[in-house]
Nanobody, 127 residues
Framework: QVHLVESGGGLVQAGDSLRLSCTASGRGFSISRYTMGWFRQAPGKEREFVAA????????YYHNSVEGRFTISKHTTKNTVYLQLDSLKPEDTAFYFC??????????????????WGQGTQVTVSS
């Protein structure tokens, strides 16, 4: 079983920054074989892809709504993936989830491609 634990959410004002963290653990879990992604879900909306990083080579991919404002990165020895959120907007308000899926030739960005999910962390941006 793989466990993903997120942290770092909170209430901020528009223009502020936050850094989300997600630490992966589990018996036999080899993170180098996985892609780590971030999704978000706002009230009444579908869960949507935000960003992902392929652990083995560091390839990243972003949703166009966050590219240039959010940065995904990894800490190899801590099995932790980060999502730096800069220039936050009220429309970024959502529950943010971390996910892990077996890597493929492309960076995973669809929900069904991810096998493991964290419990999420709330990000609220006031105007």
């Amino acid at each position: 079983q793989v466990h993903l634990v997120e942290s770092g959410g909170g209430l901020v004002q528009a223009g502020d920054s936050l850094r989300l963290s997600c630490t992966a653990s589990g018996r036999g879990f080899s993170i180098s074989r996985y892609t780590m992604g971030w999704f978000r879900q706002a009230p009444g909306k579908e869960r949507e892809f935000v960003a992902a990083i392929k652990w083995s080579d560091g390839t990243t991919y972003y949703h166009n709504s966050v590219e240039g404002r959010f940065t995904i990165s990894k800490h190899t020895t801590k099995n932790t993936v980060y999502l730096q959120l800069d220039s936050l907007k009220p429309e970024d308000t959502a529950f943010y989830f971390c996910a892990a899926g077996p890597s493929r030739d492309y960076v995973l960005r669809r929900r069904y491609e991810y096998d493991y999910w964290g419990q999420g962390t709330q990000v609220t941006v006031s105007s």
